[in-house]
């Protein structure tokens, strides 16, 4: 295990990829991470379709070009550990094994979506799998995550709480409230700060007087690093550092992840803000899933045959969800008055 | 203690001594002398039968208070000082009209406002480079510059605080929030801070200061975005509370709020920003706060409404006219102060009203309107007063149930049809 190191480049992250540590995958961890960035990619594009076609509606938040982060968080987690995050959610859920076709239910809102069509892309939970939502209020899952975590320690039980949220929800004062708390009472809460460069329109230097996210919790004595979110290896092995940290008693962890949106902020976002050669560029020189392709093709954990194979189980599986998405039926009007109250 | 008594009279004999402690309730403490008796008669009582005979009737003395304590005055509360709300100016005759969404007449209010008071200015999440999440400060940025047109982090409670601070030290903000939902991270400072400060200071110092922003549903944003505020502000004193239904409205009583020396809470309808209406071309267009706006006349329901509702509203008067029910629509467009003169004078006429509204019923503005149509025409009201509003629900995302939570303008014609017995 690989010690947690501080990296900067705050101002200029493109240039300053995190050179933290790598984790050391096997074949089997390879090509899995591979597939599941790849089904929630293939997920999010077929997403974007269906809201174009109108079968999905209001706003629809695309984490595509972040996968890696999710996907690598997953793989440093374990059993009964919980995950909560923003309304940039679908990945999270495929990540946490969530079924697609209740997402993609949800996202048309429809009877088996798994809300039952009451929530929509934004809210959407799943008690058995451990994900606590999906939540639409900027900076709000990050004191909720908090709770969690809280209720690990209370029961004294061995998991931890992973609390995704943005660089924009970073400047939320409730942030800082719940750092203190997790930090004061030694609570096994993971904050992964996704750090896409953009909050809706406004990029991280026009909106944070600390704009390394890792140092965020310095006040709090809490742990932060940078970490590499387009390498999947690089964030299972901080996800490993953190978890470790949490589980040993020893309090909160920050991960900053660095990582980048290629997707507007939701489906009507005219993307004024940056240029069409930033989001290129990215793309060509640091996308997760063709990077986590090329080394499988290097080090012969596959063929290109292979990987056509697991290409076309993948999108039958977005497809299978999508149909099912579009065939589903509306709730029933009686769902209108009912899981107000128990 | 307190001192009751029964009967009128004279205080003829005390019966406990000043300063006796622990007298039990209903215990004889005085006697009470009445016109014309005079002392000798208690000479001759005893005590006991005294006690006895204020047991049970006629009492002889009704419990009353330890002697040393004079009878108190009782303070009256006065009344609530009574807001005269001056017309609606006049628009001369010849007055170029200019027809523009709300989107535009929001802007060029706070574009006019801008120009003629420096003190102003606007901040916001994505109001300035990003020319307003839903456009509505678009070009201000570029005629105002940075420091008066002011991006803020997601951070509402910490910039609505700010706001008034600034306020409070004399600038006059233009507080944007992206929508209200989010203002409920702000709630604090502007219930705490911005509408209390002013008495709080014994008038000493107040915050001349919108918080503005989409209110109410948009399409399909689900129960965290879509949530109609109009009850939550216009319950606290000391906020003033707007919520125009088009474009003229909207840019006078912006205007005026901003100008407007107490905080002002003015919510607008993402779904309306769209909608276009003829805006007067006036040097300096300025409406009243607290005024509300006969949208069509009509003898036999009142239907009263705002913002959103005003579709509902007009729409189901049409239906109604159709049917042989005609309805007089008002636009209350301030929601605090509420204009009760103008919705009483119509119902006194009609003696038949519906309220519509996005909210929720229980304690919402359709309840208020209903309570003060009670305390003011009653005798007037041939019907008890129906609300339209949100379904007790949070908004559900299904296209199909978010339908549902809504009103409808067939909801308001059902209503208006009840109300008149038809
Ligand atoms: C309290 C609150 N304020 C504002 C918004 C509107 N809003 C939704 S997403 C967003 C930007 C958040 O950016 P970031 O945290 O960086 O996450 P990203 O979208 O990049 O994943 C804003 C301002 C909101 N939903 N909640
Ligand atoms: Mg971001």
Redesign the interface.
Known sequence: MAVAKKTQGADDKEAAAPNGPIADFTKQQELDAYRMMLTIRRFEEKAGQMYGMGLI???CHLYIGQEAVVVGMQMAMKEGDQVITGYRDHGHMIACGMDAKGVMA?LT??AHGY?R???????MFSKEKGFYGG?????AQVSLGTGLAFANTYRGNDNLSVTYFGD??A???QVYESFNMAELWKLPAIYVIENNRY????SVN???AQADFSKRGLSFNIPGVQVDGMDVRAVKAAGETAAEWCRAGKGPYILEMLTYRYRGHSMSDPA??RTREEVEKVRTTHDPIDMARARILEKKFATEDDLKKIDGQVRDVINEAAEFATHDP??D?A???TD?YR | MDVEAADEGTLGKILVPEGTADVAVNTPIAVILSEGEDKSAIKNAKLSELQKAAEGPPPVAAPAVKASEAPKQEVKTPAAPETKVAADPDIPEGTEMVTMTMREALRDAMAEEMRRDKDVFVMG??VA??QG?YKVTQGLLQEFGPKRVI????????FAGLGVGAALAGLKPVVEFMTF??A??AIDQIINSAAKTLYMSGGQMGCQMVFRGPNGA????????SQDYSSWYSHIPGLKVVSPSNAADAKGLLKAAIRDPNPVIFLENEILYGHSSPVPKLEDFVLPIGKARIAREGKDVTIISWSMGMSYALKAAEELAAQGIEAEVIDLRTLKPMDTETIVASVKKTGRAVTVEEGWAQSGVGAEIAARLMEHAFDYLDAPVVRVSG????M??????EK??LPSSAEVVEAAKSVCYR
Do not use: W
């Open positions: 509606g209001g706003f949800e809102g429809r809300s069509g009451k929530g929509g892309s934004m809210h939540h639409g209020i900027v900076g924009g929800a400047n939320q004062g909050a809706m329109g406004t026009r909106a944070s004024k803000y509306e709730p009007v769902e209108l008055y107000i | 999440e994505e480079e990003y999440a991006d803020t982090p997601i951070t509402e409670h910490g939902n989010f409920m991270q948009a399409a399909r944003v689900a129960a965290q975005h379904k007790e629900v949070p559900p995302y299904a296209a199909n149930l549902l939570a």
